[in-house]
């Protein structure tokens, strides 16, 4: 079976009504989520729903791209053929060409299993805030994830079937459901795989949405709140540290101390303000607990390496604590406080 499209639409234009007209030639079914648009765009609606190969979907307020995604989603597990393979996200705004779309579609049927992401060439003549938005997330997707895209904020994607039931979990309900998309692949194991496709931006991708500042922002915010509070944390750590040796004199001691002082602290913070874990305190508190013993090994074996090398110890000990940041903030994510739908196996998947 060939899989289904799922275009997400919020106040479309023209362009919309020629991608389905171009859509037709290749017999698949279409579903269009209407997302809260209003009363002004419901002709454009209107004229799609008479045709027989597309289902139109209505919100009546805006809920927001990964909302509206998710409507789709749901309406094609619960409606639609068991064996077909998944479906293809496309953009309504003529950022996506048929051909492409149907390339990602060819795609998903020969590689049922895998995340298949249409991705754009960003060169000259690309908007800004489509360069700067896709370079962003390209940098703290690796960082955060480990894994190089070329192009994480496509909105043409083939998922497979299976996925869509974990992608119904996530909280997301902006253009961050896109980017949690991928963190779930990477998190569930799933291949995830790239073809090439048409750069198309219409009048300088004035049609879209995506707010280049909010919606950054929005994506964003779980490593801005854990940079807060790791800044908190670090600073309670450090104060924890030099007044212990101050008192003492002694590093392994002194180091032990903060650790459990701003340790415990941290922990709160992140599980109910960071990740927003509804996970059993117990198991958390454990992983969390050895993730500090771990630290804790390496703080204390940096410290010693840079005092012997010369370095002051308050030095060493803020050095220690910034090294330790970015590591911790992926161990954290993916280990310890992983989200229900990212800890949900995909049968089949690989």
Aim: positive net charge.
């Amino acid at each position: 079976m060939q899989p289904i499209i799922i275009i997400p639409a919020y106040k479309p234009d023209q362009n919309l009504i020629s991608l389905i007209e171009q859509l037709q030639v290749y017999g698949q079914l279409i579903i269009i989520v209407n997302d809260g648009s209003g009363p002004l765009y419901s002709p454009i609606f209107t004229q799609l729903e008479k045709l027989d190969f597309v289902k139109v979907l209505h919100h009546a307020v805006n809920l927001g791209k990964g909302q509206a995604l998710k409507t789709a989603f749901n309406h094609f597990l619960t409606h639609y053929d068991s064996h077909c393979p998944g479906v293809v996200t496309a953009d309504a705004d003529g950022q996506h060409l048929a051909k492409d779309i149907h390339q990602v579609s060819e795609q998903l049927k020969q590689f049922p299993f895998a995340l298949t992401l249409g991705v754009r060439t960003f060169k000259e003549g690309v908007p800004w805030r489509s360069r700067f938005g896709n370079n962003l997330t390209k940098m703290i997707f690796r960082l955060l994830i480990g894994q190089s895209l070329q192009d994480t904020q496509t909105g043409l994607r083939g998922i497979p079937r299976e996925f869509l039931k974990s992608l119904l979990k996530t909280r997301s309900l902006g253009y961050d459901f896109e980017l949690d998309m991928l963190i779930s692949a990477s998190k569930q194991k799933i291949k995830i795989n790239e073809i090439a496709i048409h750069t198309v931006y219409k009048d300088a991708n004035k049609s879209s949405h995506f707010n280049p500042l909010i919606d950054s922002l929005k994506i964003y915010f779980v490593f801005f709140r854990f940079l807060i509070f790791s800044i908190v944390s670090g600073l309670l750590d450090f104060f924890a540290f030099s007044a212990a040796f101050m008192l003492c004199g002694h590093i392994l001691f002194s180091e032990s101390l903060a650790r459990i002082f701003s340790g415990s602290c941290n922990f709160l913070l992140n599980k109910e303000l960071v990740f927003r874990s509804k996970e059993k305190i117990l198991p958390e508190a454990l992983k969390y607990t050895l993730l500090c013993l771990v630290n804790l090994v390496f703080s204390y074996g940096l410290i010693s390496s840079l005092i012997f090398l010369g370095a002051n110890v308050y030095a060493s000990k803020m050095i220690a604590l910034i090294g330790l940041f970015f590591a911790n903030f992926a161990i954290q994510k993916l280990l310890v406080f992983a989200r229900e739908e990212e800890e949900t196996a995909t049968s089949g998947i690989s």
